[in-house]
């Protein structure tokens, strides 16, 4: 059975630094994309993040680029973020996901981890 873990969410003031990070299981090799979204209070899931195990490629959605950096240790099966400069509106749960379709269409999601940018 497949498992993600997601850990490292928690409160922070506004222009502080959190670290996300993910640990997937049950797998004999790793997702073509990894990835992490969130879903803030009253609004859908948005893509956050992404990468691309063949080249390590990187993909951010317009609202957290400049601020946040995602890599994976593919020997590891991990994933990180990291987040910097972080605003009020960056307050959500953070999913993180795996799958081999595409960017936005990932196949298992982790439980998900709070993180709350206090202003």
Known sequence: QVQLVESGGGLVQAGGSLRLSCAVSG????????????????KEREFVAGIRRS????NY????KGRTT???DNAKNTVDLQMNSLK????AVYYCAGGNI???RPTYWGQGTQVTVSS
């Open 61 to 64: 959605a317009d609202s957290v």
């Open 55 to 58: 080249d390590s490629y990187t």
């Open 102 to 104: 595409d960017w936005y």
């Open 70 to 72: 995602i890599s994976r």
């Open 27 to 42: 797998r004999t090799f790793s997702f073509y994309y990894m990835g992490w979204f969130r879903q803030a209070p009253g």
């Open 88 to 91: 009020p509106e960056d307050t």
